[in-house]
């Protein structure tokens, strides 16, 4: 099959997950609408989008819930049912993991947080560390500028906290330091200013940029090369971008200020 073949195909998987984020959906039934083997199409499915089908309807499913925690007056207990939950408690660990945050703090801060992950300036053992990450930030003339989140991940996919993060002005350089021995991807994503307020996977997909490098070991003796990463517009293939990102507006770094 043709790589547009095959695309058309997770696509329709993913319109599928869209579909029924509330219900049961079994690899069978997305292999069924793929129209590929069980086996095949799990492959198939990682290679498109970078994770397993399962994975991607747990984001899916995760992103429907940032969306109501912000947009609703539902309670937790309810959206946990909403999006394929039968445990409340089940829903909160795995949204906090993915998130950074609790739903109910992910409300209350209007879908943002306080503090991302261990940072550039977080203490890390000596041993087993090999040094900074450096890379520039590209941005097509074609793309509105802004912000840009930093994060290297130990998948392809930006959920849970980063190993090390950074929050740059707009595109351009930047450095990750102390990174670990492991193997490492980084990881991009950019809204235009002006539209910070909007919360990380649940604006308008047009407007957000990602990008990515790696996959990246880091070796004690490994001279890591700079990173060069150019942005484009999200994808309906990407998988959806769940961390609460740093709150950027003048008025709630006051109030964190104070």
Known sequence: MTTTAIEA????????MHANLGQELTIDDMARTAMFSKFHFTRVFRDVTGTSPGRYLSALRLQEAKRLLLETNFSVADISSQVGYSSVGTFSSRFKSCVGVSPSMFRE???????????????????GVHGSLRGRVHLPEDRTPGHCFVGLFPTPVPQGQPV???????????????IPA??????????????????SG??????VS?????????????LLMPAEITLRPLDALDPPILMALLDLRTDALDRIAG
């Open 164 to 178: 090390r993060c950074a929050v740059l002005n707009g595109p351009g350089s930047f450095e990750l330091r102390d």
């Open 182 to 199: 492991g193997t490492w991807y980084v990881l991009v994503h950019s809204v235009p200013y002006g539209y910070e307020h909007l919360p």
């Open 202 to 207: 649940t604006g308008d997909e047009d407007i």
């Open 210 to 222: 990602v990008g990515s490098y790696g996959p990246v070991t880091a070796h004690q003796d490994t």
């Open 9 to 16: 195909a997770v696509l329709r998987v993913i319109n599928e």
């Open 109 to 127: 801060l209007e879908g943002f947080t306080q503090e991302i992950g261990p940072g550039e300036h977080a203490a890390v053992p000596a041993e």
